[in-house]
Nanobody, 122 residues
């Protein structure tokens, strides 16, 4: 069992930045960030393999969001820059212990955090 604890959400003006943090309680093969806005489906934002450090980023945020890891702290970060009102959503950290499949597929991740809200005002 892996527990995930997210932090870093909040309110920010358009163009601003936030850094989200997710701390895992045990081993993971990869960790990811998803987001869900009201009335919309949950979508994959970025993922990272904790061993190799290989990253994946959604086209919708590429160039603005960066995912990184600190294995010594079992922590993954999501740096959000140049935020837009359409980035407003609940952001969830997810983790898995196996491999394979598409990184953005919700059902591949067995472990989920409670979410942290990011609100971007115009």
């Amino acid at each position: 069992q892996v527990q995930l604890a997210e932090s870093g959400g909040g309110s920010v003006e358009a163009g601003g930045s936030r850094r989200l943090t997710c701390v895992a309680s045990g081993y993971t093969s990869s960790m990811a960030w998803f987001r869900q806005a009201p009335g919309k489906e949950r979508e994959g934002v970025a993922a990272i393999y904790t061993g190799s450090g290989r990253t994946y980023v959604s086209d919708s945020v590429k160039g603005r969001f960066t995912i990184s890891r600190d294995n010594a702290r079992s922590t993954v970060y999501l740096q959000l820059n140049s935020l837009k009102p359409e980035d407003t959503a609940m952001y969830y950290c997810a983790a898995r212990r196996d491999f394979g499949g598409n990184w953005y597929a919700n059902d591949l991740y067995k472990y989920w955090g409670q979410g942290t809200q990011v609100t971007v005002s115009s």
